[in-house]
């Protein structure tokens, strides 16, 4: 009976060396819930674009995630949208597409539309307000309005979009214009 | 006769932490935690199984294995210790066994030198788990890169943008995000840019997702994207995480900004608080370069009849302190470099031009290893040495003793 109170005594020891070990490191690992945030690092290259179409964004706007079809896409005022893509299948054809979702008719042209200069082309400002009967996901809504450039570039054409209220996108067209004006590609493949 | 006096305290603790019995039971351990660690590797990947048994915070580890009996239809819980604990006590075993407590002396010298080298690896693996630092450094032929990139650790960066150009960012470290997938959100202040941050709901792997306008107010979301949670892949660089981020001006906590980040974003979101624009961006963890890589020419050959490199190369200019200096890099010929290494790691042929994927590894003790084992191979050498030096003697004047004595 001694000898198995000696031998469990034992046994506690060395669990109590161990312990004595180990607790410190356990202790120092606790994690606050608030952190101070003080460190920074320099800019890289990294830092420069991701995307070959570099674009300044005008301060009054604010950047939001990419998706599928918008290469850039941005947020204005109360429920302001621009967004930049790419599309395919002919500057008139889309300039009508964007002109039906207001219920406008169809233009036969594009000749007589305002020019913009984008990316050293030449680009057709549309602008329209009205009853937007929606599309791209968004609902249909009432005193729309929509202002936004097609340019070809290549095969494919670049499309800047804006669509929100009627008197905020009226508001906002000559920023847009400017931003428009302001794109430029990163590479050396500019044309 | 008399008695013989109790060991003090004292003793009886240091005879227990350098003994043979805690030796044997920690280099036991350590077989098993290596032997499990390498039978659930194939289904749960390297990172997640180095997290669970080698990493500092797993104190203990639950194997997790099909073979392990069930009880009640769960699997046997049998807790053991994680390896970097087993390895803190097997380095204080060695050291006070191995070292302080071993007779010293000529005839033990090669032992003391061979228990050293141990110490010393052990010590290597503590350096190296804590202080070394690993990265992908992805450059086009013909381009300049100065930065690598975390193979799996986020970070969130905040940067001022003045205008329209960035300004460098505040980053939040990935271990201080690690611990968002055991608690619901952290509090993270920014002093210098008077904001204080709040990241919630953080997923190893998600999806970024449109919300219907119709569920606007009933999920989670912002600016119409919410996060949509994914099965955690395996291979860890597969997984990408997501977050939101609630913002706002310490002491304005009524009047936050909510944003969604993830990790596949290209671009920072912003948002404006304060009259100042600032730019919020999930990103695998970005490691500037004390020098800038131009890469020069890049060659690589493929297997025959596939499209799986066999060997690669690539002719590099390495930019420092306005000098330049021309380097080949080849697959096991890397260029070191201030404690930087650069391995060839990856190449690939996008038809108009090539692209090298360098490996950069900044370890402290990444020659110690090569140093613990040259001091091993002296300690056994003279050890060994020794023994075979005395046994040769000793047989030798054995067989004098018994030769016939000539007449």
Same mark, same amino acid.
């Given at each position: 009976?001694?000898?198995?109170?000696?031998?469990v005594k034992?046994?506690?020891?060395?669990?109590?060396?161990?312990?004595?070990?180990?607790?410190?490191?356990?202790?120092?690992?606790?994690?606050?819930?608030?952190?101070?945030?003080?460190?920074k690092?320099?800019?890289?290259?990294?830092?420069?674009?991701?995307?070959?179409?570099?674009?300044?964004?005008?301060?009054?706007?604010?950047q939001?995630?990419g998706?599928?079809?918008?290469?850039?896409?941005?947020?204005?005022?109360?429920?302001?949208? !621009?967004? %930049?893509?790419?599309?395919? +299948?002919? /500057? #008139?054809?889309?300039?009508?597409?964007?002109? @039906?979702?207001? *219920?406008? &008719?169809?233009?036969?042209?594009?000749?007589?539309?305002?020019? !913009?200069? %984008?990316?050293?082309?030449? +680009?057709? /400002? #549309?602008t329209?307000?009205?009853?937007?009967? @929606?599309?791209? *996901?968004? &609902?249909?809504?009432?005193?729309?309005?929509?202002?936004?450039?097609?340019?070809?570039?290549?095969?494919?054409?670049?499309?800047?979009?804006?669509?929100?209220?009627?008197?905020?996108?009226?508001?906002?067209?000559?920023?847009?214009?400017?931003?428009?004006?302001?794109?430029?590609?990163?590479?050396?493949?500019?044309k | 006769?008399?008695?013989?006096?109790?060991?003090?305290?004292?003793?009886?603790?240091?005879?227990?932490?350098?003994?043979?019995?805690?030796?044997?039971?920690?280099?036991?351990?350590?077989?098993?935690?290596?032997?499990?660690?390498?039978?659930?590797?194939?289904?749960?990947?390297?990172?997640?199984?180095?997290?669970?048994?080698?990493?500092?915070?797993?104190?203990?580890?639950?194997?997790?294995?099909?073979?392990?009996?069930?009880?009640?239809?769960?699997?046997?819980?049998?807790?053991?210790?994680?390896?970097?604990?087993v390895?803190?006590?097997?380095?204080?075993?060695?050291?006070?066994?191995?070292?302080?407590?071993?007779?010293?002396?000529?005839?033990?010298?090669?032992?003391?030198?061979?228990?050293?080298?141990?110490?010393?690896?052990?010590?290597?693996?503590?350096?190296?788990?804590?202080?070394?630092?690993?990265?992908?450094?992805a450059?086009?032929?013909?381009?300049?890169?100065?930065?690598?990139?975390?193979?799996?650790?986020?970070?969130?960066?905040?940067?001022?943008?003045?205008?329209?150009?960035?300004?460098?960012?505040?980053?939040?470290?990935?271990?201080?995000?690690?611990?968002?997938?055991?608690?619901?959100?952290?509090?993270?202040?920014?002093?210098?840019?008077g904001?204080n941050?709040?990241?919630?709901?953080?997923?190893?792997?998600?999806?970024?997702?449109?919300?219907d306008?119709?569920?606007?107010?009933?999920?989670?979301?912002?600016?119409?994207?919410?996060?949509?949670?994914?099965?955690?892949?395996?291979?860890?660089?597969?997984?990408?995480?997501?977050?939101?981020?609630?913002?706002?001006?310490?002491?304005?906590?009524?009047?936050?900004?909510?944003?969604?980040?993830?990790?596949?974003?290209?671009?920072?979101?912003?948002?404006?608080?304060?009259?100042?624009?600032?730019?919020?961006?999930?990103?695998?963890?970005?490691?500037?370069?004390?020098?800038?890589?131009?890469?020069?020419?890049s060659?690589?050959?493929?297997?025959?009849?596939?499209?799986?490199?066999?060997?690669?190369?690539?002719?590099?200019?390495?930019?420092?302190?306005?000098?330049?200096?021309?380097?080949?890099?080849?697959?096991?010929?890397?260029?070191?470099?201030?404690?930087?290494?650069?391995?060839?790691?990856?190449?690939?042929?996008?038809?108009?031009?090539?692209?090298?994927?360098?490996?950069?590894?900044?370890?402290?003790?990444?020659?110690?290893?090569?140093?613990?084992?040259?001091?091993?191979?002296?300690?056994?050498?003279?050890?060994?040495?020794?023994?075979?030096g005395?046994?040769?003697?000793?047989?030798?004047?054995?067989?004098?003793?018994?030769?016939?004595?000539?007449?």
């Open positions: 009976m001694q000898g198995y109170g000696k031998h034992t046994i506690m020891f060395k669990l109590l060396c161990l312990g004595a070990l180990v607790v410190p490191l356990l202790v120092s690992c606790r994690k606050s819930e608030k952190v101070v945030v003080t460190q690092r320099i800019l890289t290259v990294a830092d420069e674009a991701n995307d070959s179409l570099v674009a300044v964004m005008p301060p009054e706007w604010r939001l995630p998706t599928n079809f918008r290469i850039l896409n941005y947020r204005f005022g109360k429920d302001g949208e !621009v967004f %930049v893509g790419r599309s395919r +299948g002919g /500057l #008139l054809p889309n300039a009508n597409r964007w002109l @039906g979702q207001f *219920g406008k &008719p169809a233009l036969s042209g594009v000749d007589d539309l305002p020019k !913009v200069k %984008v990316l050293g082309r030449e +680009g057709v /400002l #549309l329209a307000s009205g009853d937007f009967g @929606g599309a791209m *996901g968004r &609902p249909a809504r009432k005193n729309a309005g929509l202002a936004g450039v097609i340019v070809s570039v290549g095969d494919r054409l670049l499309t800047i979009k804006m669509i929100g209220g009627a008197e905020a996108v009226a508001a906002e067209q000559e920023r847009l214009i400017q931003f428009c004006e302001s794109l430029r590609i990163e590479n050396a493949e500019s | 006769m008399a008695q013989a006096s109790t060991p003090s305290f004292a003793v009886k603790t240091f005879r227990f932490l350098s003994g043979f019995g805690l030796a044997v039971t920690c280099l036991l351990l350590l077989l098993i935690l290596t032997w499990l660690s390498t039978l659930e590797q194939p289904a749960k990947g390297l990172y997640e199984v180095q997290k669970r048994y080698y990493d500092a915070e797993a104190w203990f580890v639950v194997p997790d294995l099909d073979w392990i009996p069930q009880i009640n239809g769960k699997p046997l819980f049998i807790p053991l210790p994680g390896a970097y604990l390895s803190a006590v097997l380095f204080v075993n060695l050291f006070l066994g191995g070292i302080i407590r071993i007779r010293k002396g000529w005839k033990n010298i090669g032992v003391v030198i061979s228990h050293f080298s141990m110490v010393s690896l052990l010590l290597a693996g503590f350096v190296s788990h804590h202080y070394s630092k690993e990265g992908i450094m450059v086009y032929e013909g381009e300049v890169s100065d930065y690598a990139q975390s193979y799996t650790e986020f970070t969130i960066e905040v940067s001022e943008i003045v205008d329209g150009q960035k300004t460098p960012p505040y980053v939040v470290q990935a271990e201080d995000l690690k611990a968002l997938e055991k608690v619901k959100s952290r509090v993270f202040e920014l002093p210098d840019l904001l941050i709040k990241v919630s709901d953080w997923m190893r792997n998600s999806a970024r997702v449109e919300v306008q119709a569920d606007i107010g009933k999920v989670l979301e912002a600016d119409g994207f919410a996060l949509q949670m994914m099965e955690v892949q395996p291979v860890e660089e597969l997984n990408m995480a997501g977050c939101f981020i609630e913002v706002h001006r310490q002491g304005e906590e009524t009047q936050a900004t909510r944003l969604v980040l993830h990790g596949a974003d290209p671009n920072a979101v912003t948002a404006t608080i304060g009259g100042k624009i600032y730019g919020f961006r999930l990103i695998r963890e970005i490691w500037p370069m004390p020098f800038q890589v131009r890469l020069d020419k060659v690589g050959e493929y297997y025959p009849g596939t499209t799986k490199p066999s060997s690669f190369q690539s002719d590099i200019t390495r930019i420092a302190d306005s000098s330049e200096q021309a380097y080949r890099i080849r697959m096991n010929e890397p260029m070191r470099y201030e404690g930087y290494t650069l391995y060839q790691a990856r190449w690939e042929d996008r038809g108009e031009r090539a692209m090298s994927g360098f490996a950069i590894v900044k370890n402290p003790s990444d020659q110690w290893p090569k140093y613990s084992l040259y001091i091993s191979i002296l300690g056994l050498t003279i050890h060994f040495g020794m023994k075979l005395g046994f040769i003697a000793k047989s030798s004047k054995g067989r004098k003793k018994s030769d016939p004595i000539e007449a």
